[in-house]
């Protein structure tokens, strides 16, 4: 954008209200093709949103690319081109709820949504992009065609029955958009054969809510980069691979006190501290046996991870620990026999109420923290195994239970 045109920019943003958009890009399942051009894969998203006619000339559009092996895909190269022109980083296995409510949170509607993922895990958003369009946002999805085979979720029914398929042959009419789902065919979006037409629209960097201005971030270590390349460093260190393998542990209820559970022989520092993580869940175990667990004031290696830096390693004591101001907690026990989630009710919204009203009674205060876990003697059939999943990404555990 040269200087008049930024000048007529400023101009029109004093005039009236800019539209805004917001883009998630999943780049592990959707990725850049061999021979592409990154940049010109980006200018054909800014066009297919400027397309679906929710964000006219001036509008703002905010990108983040979205992967759990973003050395490999894209790999470095490529990121530092799509960083360079104002694409958001974040290195996250999980969904994309988080992203979506955080934005709206800074931009009340009307606004756009677009997600560009995978069938499968669009079809894990159904409850959560249908309660944004409900409250006055408008939704763009994009996903590979060779997934069409894969029927969505029985949930994503009530926004896939409103939808329009667009194969990027030009913009729909306006008027047919404004209260319903827009799907791109997203081999067809960055296929050669469409024309590259300048974007009028500007990229805008998305300010995350927890991880402050900087564009560079990564969820499994809850913490953000102050440059590049404290990011990708961050993302080939053995703090950050010992955060993966503790995720995957976690995941799948590993038992972290046997040897053979644990990725040993990598190298010298990951086995360093999967020793003492392994020593560690020893003597728990050990303590549980003998009537109760005290741990002893003995140095634990721990990662220290903030928004002015990802490797800051610290060794800190138990008891250095206690004397950090304590935070208050709090234990929601949820029966979803008994007190299910109401038809056409978002999960997450139901979720957030739950957290609004422990906060409300006065016990946990800000940056508290709250544990929830529902129970039921029928999960599979309440709330079912996609309200598990979409509940499951927001850390809500389940246990299967009569009482």
């Not at 104002?86 to 955080?102: E, N, V």
């Not at 894969?150 to 949930?155: E, G, K, L, Q, S």
Request: aromatic share 8%; proline share 6%.
């Amino acid at each position: 954008m040269n200087k008049i045109e930024s000048m007529a920019t400023q101009q029109h943003r004093g005039e009236e209200e800019v539209e805004k958009a917001l883009v998630l890009w999943n780049i592990s399942n959707c990725p850049i093709p061999d021979g592409h051009d990154p940049l010109t894969v980006v200018q054909r998203i800014q066009t297919a949103v400027e397309n679906s006619g929710h964000v006219r000339r001036y509008g703002e559009i905010s990108i983040t690319a979205i992967g759990n092996n973003l050395t490999e895909i894209p790999g470095e190269d490529v990121m530092r081109k799509l960083s360079s022109i104002g694409i958001s980083l974040k290195h996250s296995h999980g969904y994309h709820q988080k992203d979506l409510y955080d934005w709206a949170e800074k931009n009340p509607p009307p606004g756009t949504m677009m997600v560009i993922d995978g069938h499968e895990q669009l079809g894990w958003l159904a409850f959560t992009l249908s309660h944004f369009e409900d409250n006055g946002y408008r939704i763009i999805l994009a996903y590979p065609q060779r997934d069409l085979a894969t029927p969505f979720p029985r949930i994503f029914s009530k926004l896939w029955d409103q939808r329009q398929t667009y194969t990027y042959n030009g913009p729909p009419p306006a008027e047919n958009v404004s209260r319903s789902a827009v799907e791109w065919d997203w081999d067809a979006l960055i296929s050669d054969e469409q024309e590259v037409t300048t974007p009028t629209t500007s990229l805008v960097v998305k300010h995350d809510k927890f991880y402050g201005e900087s564009p560079w971030s990564c969820s499994v270590c809850s913490g953000a980069a102050p440059s590049f390349e404290d990011f990708t460093t961050h993302l080939k260190s053995v703090e950050h691979e010992f955060r993966e393998w503790d995720r995957h542990a976690r995941k799948y209820g590993l038992d972290r006190t046997n040897r053979n559970n644990l990725p040993f022989g990598r190298s010298q520092e990951l086995d360093l501290l999967l020793t003492q993580e392994m020593l560690r869940c020893q003597e728990m175990l050990q303590q549980c046996r003998l009537g109760g667990f005290k741990p002893k004031d003995r140095p634990v290696t721990l990662e220290r991870v903030d928004p002015r830096g990802m490797n800051e390693v610290e060794n800190m004591t138990t008891q250095q620990q206690h004397e950090e101001k304590e935070v208050e907690k709090a234990f929601v026990l949820w029966d979803m026999g008994n007190c299910p989630i109401p038809d056409g009710h978002d999960p997450l919204t139901v979720v957030r109420k739950i957290q609004m009203a422990v906060e409300k009674s006065g016990h946990v205060s800000r940056n508290g923290e709250i544990s929830i876990t529902a129970i039921g003697s029928k999960l599979r059939e309440i709330p079912g195994e996609d309200v598990m999943r979409i509940l499951s990404s927001f850390e809500i555990s389940f246990k299967h239970s009569h009482r």
